[in-house]
């Protein structure tokens, strides 16, 4: 059976040989080096524990655990651009760092997390007022170019969020060019500009004359089309609400996933109703 010490030198060795193929956990690795140092000089399990106490090493493994799981977070963050995020954790590995023991450790990171959330949550307000600034050039952007009322409400719409934004410091155009914003409207670069050219039309719509016409003409030959028949299109919509029949159900899911829905008739009416 092996010795103890042997099975206690092999563990480390292991997790060395490990923590320096990744690289990820410098920290740590600096910790298992020392202890294998020690392990090297020590007669028995009991001597190393000892030596290990007055290094205070036991809490070093648990600390640098810690600090390089915050900054393996920091740099994945970093690389996905997410700057919010990577700044949230690097400074959660600070925090570590000067921690003394396990619950000034627990204390500073839960202090330093907690400041990272408020961080993150007014991301995500950002973040959502970005999209709905960009919504509503899509809506704009929908509008007949005839219909001066509705891109002027929808330019209302805009103003809002973007005042919003401006008052977080913050720009579409600025915010465009961030990859976790852009990413979450998934358009071409091609798009973006259009988005773009839009947002500085939007801060002052004006209608499009020959859309403007063309509606006109259109709704011109409506009315022409339709005029002497009042009593013909009353006998229609009199016809649609006799026959016709609206229905409510009520979806049930199963039990079971995956399963069918079951769909159980709750309403029925008339189209008047």
């Not at 259109?218 to 009353?234: H, R, T, W, Y």
């Amino acid at each position: 059976m092996a010795d103890l010490m042997d099975l206690t030198k092999t563990y480390h060795e292991t997790i060395r040989a490990r923590l320096e193929k990744t690289g990820l956990s410098p920290s740590q690795l600096e910790v298992h080096k020392r202890i294998l140092e020690l392990a090297a000089t020590s007669s028995d399990v009991n001597d190393l524990e000892t030596k290990k106490e007055a290094e205070g090493l036991t809490f070093a493994i648990s600390k640098t655990l810690s600090i390089d799981n915050w900054m393996v977070k920091a740099k994945a963050a970093k690389e996905a651009e997410d700057m919010v995020a990577a700044k949230m954790f690097a400074d959660t590995a600070e925090a570590a760092k000067k921690a003394t023991d396990n619950a000034s450790l627990g204390a500073a990171i839960e202090e330093a997390s907690t400041k990272g959330m408020e961080a993150l949550r007014e991301q995500e307000d950002i973040r959502n007022t970005f999209l709905d600034a960009v919504s509503a050039i899509f809506d704009y952007r929908n509008v007949h170019g005839g219909y001066l009322d509705k891109k002027r409400k929808f330019a209302d719409n805009l103003k809002i969020h973007d005042t919003k934004l401006k008052s977080k410091g913050k720009s579409i155009a600025e915010l465009s060019k961030v990859s976790t914003f852009r990413q979450s409207v998934p358009i071409t670069d091609e798009q973006w500009q259009t988005v773009l050219k839009l947002y500085e039309e939007m801060q002052s719509p004006t209608v499009d004359p020959e859309a403007q016409a063309k509606l006109t003409e259109e709704v011109n030959a409506a009315k022409q089309a339709l005029s002497g028949k009042s009593d013909e299109m009353k006998a229609v919509t009199e016809h649609i609400n006799a026959k016709g029949t609206r229905m409510a159900y009520l979806g049930i899911a199963p039990k079971d996933a995956p399963g069918p829905y079951t769909f159980e008739k709750i309403w029925e009416g008339g189209c008047d109703e």
